[in-house]
């Protein structure tokens, strides 16, 4: 399964881990963080997008993204716990990268897209755990961005 770069196109996960690689070393001064975000559109099917935001802290990002089209989901926890499935499954790769390339303390954070003023408010706890049980820091809305905004600006 593929990864899209909106400047350089479709790359499979090795090539986007060198584009990665090469943006931190490319400025090691800086300070970096990534962020991995997940959100859906429902239709016909259900659209999701995994979105990997490489945040160089004051000074810009780039970002990649990976979309799925799965059957019609109406159910908002099975939509909202694939989401995060698939943000963890990712994160869980891109670290494992990271640690065998020397970057092990390279922050991760996981970013879900439920809020405390939505419909998803209720089943925050449960996500975030899911997220923190894994070993990630995480992100709900309006800190949320990486699934809020940049995953979200692809499902449509």
Do not use: W
Not at 31 to 52: E, P
Not at 60 to 82: D, E, H, M, P, T
Not at 84 to 109: C, H, M, Q, W
Request: some cysteine; proline content about 3%.
């Amino acid at each position: 399964m593929h990864f899209i770069s909106p400047t350089k196109g479709k790359m499979y996960f090795e090539a986007m881990m060198k584009e990665i690689l090469h943006y931190i070393t490319g400025l090691p001064s800086s300070s970096y963080k990534i962020i991995i975000g997940s959100d859906s559109q429902v239709q016909n099917d259900t659209c999701f997008i995994t979105a990997v935001v490489v945040h160089r802290l004051g000074k810009g990002a780039r970002y990649f993204y990976q979309k799925r089209v799965q059957r019609k989901i109406n159910s908002l926890r099975q939509k909202l716990f694939y989401e995060t499935a698939l943000s963890l499954e990712l994160g869980g790769r891109i670290t494992k990268y990271f640690a065998n390339n020397g970057l092990a303390d390279l922050p991760v954070e996981i970013h879900i897209d439920a809020g405390e003023n939505g419909k998803t408010r209720d089943l925050i706890k449960e996500v975030v755990g899911m997220v923190t049980g894994s070993g990630f820091d995480a992100k709900v809305k309006p800190d949320a961005y990486g699934a809020s905004s940049v995953a979200d600006k692809h499902t449509k």
